[in-house]
Each structure stands twice: as C-alpha cells, then as structure tokens.
T-cell receptor
Framework: DTEVTQTPKHLVMGMTNKKSLKCEQH?????MYWYKQKAKKPPELMFV???????INESVPSRFSPECPNSSLLNLHLHALQPEDSALYLC?????????????FGPGTRLTVT | QKEVEQNSGPLSVPEGAIASLNCTYS??????FFWYRQYSGKSPELIMS????GDKEDGRFTAQLNKASQYVSLLIRDSQPSDSATYLC??????????????FGKGTHLIIQP
C-alpha cells in the first residue's frame, strides 16, 4: 500500500491566521517531504525530514514551519502568509536510501490565502 | 544547480500509437530518475523509476536512461485516452548520505487523440 494522506484537502486562510497542514504515512518510510506547486508549474522542494530530523530546508520563509512529531507524521505550520503563498502543498515519503528511494505523494492540500 | 529540461508540448498522439517523452538533466551526479503522471487538479503519481543505464519495462511503459548523454525518456505503447496528462521527469542525487528531494522538469502535456 503506497498511501500518503493529507488533511485538509482545501484550506482558505487570511493573512493573519495560523493554520496547520497534516500528512501521514504508514509505509514505514523514514524520509518525508514538503513540496509546493503553483498552477502550471512543477513541484518545488521545501523541506526534507530524514529519521524525524530536518535535513534540508530550501531557504523557505519562516512563515512556514515544519514539524515531524514521529516517523509517520509530518506537519506544516502556517502563519502570516501572503497571497502569493496560495498553491497546492504536497507531502511525500520515501525510504531514506541515499539517492535512491521512490517518493510517493499524497493528494495535496490546496491553500488559498486571502 | 540541477536543471531538468522537458519539452512542454502539448504532444498530440493518436490512440494506439507510441508516445515518446524526453528529458535531459544537467547534473552529472544525478543518480535516480523518475517519471510521474499528473492529471489536472491531482497530485503526481509515480509510474516509473530507473537507476542504471538501459531500458526498464513495466506494462505499457518503458523508461530509458543514458547517463553519458544525460538523457532519460519514457515510451508509452498502445496509448489510451486515459494517458492524457502532464508527465513530469524528476531526478534525485545522493546528497549528504541521506534522503534528498526531487528536482522536476516543467512537464510535458500529453494528449491522446481518440
């Protein structure tokens, strides 16, 4: 079973709100990822967690704060976002096997910042 | 900085024909290569992975990798209207001994004409 779940499916938030995106996988994967995808663009990497530790932060603004409470869960905390942050936020997971390791994506959370 | 290049299309192929999708990458240390299919409004779905030079077949799909030429391709035999989607080429490299994120091409929009 290659299933990654994400909640909520859709989120509308104001620029002063605080919200969180959640991701869960039960494949025993030890690497989890957040990507951002704008309309008609490819996904762009935001963060990588390997064995529950943040290993890569692709210079993402501090208004995005990731958290990995355990090996199955990944959160993305949002605060003081801008309208240009509206996008599809994708979570993925993989075996942490160096350069190999197929990444499986969840269905995404479509975020609109008003 | 890794770059992954794809022809954005649209690529129009008659039903039942072979669709050929191409991708080039700039980083010689890239080790893993993936093809994802993405339907409009959905998340990317992994359809093929390839790690070594040569061909890899899975059903109607064949991935081809030539590391010397920094070229990876995807062939879809007996194309069906349900294959109409955007196909994303993605590459991964071994970095810091652990998990790494994917770098995506801009995607090729494939249209299978009934």
């Amino acid at each position: 079973d290659t299933e990654v779940t994400q909640t909520p499916k859709h989120l509308v938030m104001g620029m002063t709100n605080k919200k969180s995106l959640k991701c869960e996988q039960h494949m025993g994967h030890r690497a989890m990822y957040w990507y951002k995808q704008k309309a008609k663009k490819p996904p762009e990497l935001m963060f990588v967690y390997s064995y529950e530790k943040l290993s890569i932060n692709e210079s993402v603004p501090s208004r995005f704060s990731p958290e990995c409470p355990n090996s199955s869960l990944l959160n993305l905390h949002l605060h003081a976002l801008q309208p240009e942050d509206s996008a599809l936020y994708l979570c993925a997971s993989s075996q942490a096997r160096g350069g190999e390791g197929e990444q499986y994506f969840g269905p995404g959370t479509r975020l609109t910042v008003t | 900085q890794k770059e992954v290049e794809q022809n954005s299309g649209p690529l129009s192929v008659p039903e039942g024909a072979i669709a050929s999708l191409n991708c080039t990458y700039s980083d010689r240390v890239s080790q893993s290569f993936f093809w994802y299919r993405q339907y409009s409004g959905k998340s990317p779905e992994l359809i093929m992975s390839i790690y070594s030079n040569g061909d890899k077949e899975d059903g109607r799909f064949t991935a081809q990798l030539n590391k010397a030429s920094q070229y990876v391709s995807l062939l879809i035999r007996d194309s069906q209207p349900s294959d109409s989607a955007t196909y994303l080429c993605a590459v991964n490299e071994y970095r810091r001994g652990g998990a790494d994120g994917l770098t995506f091409g801009k995607g090729t929009h494939l249209i299978i004409q009934p």
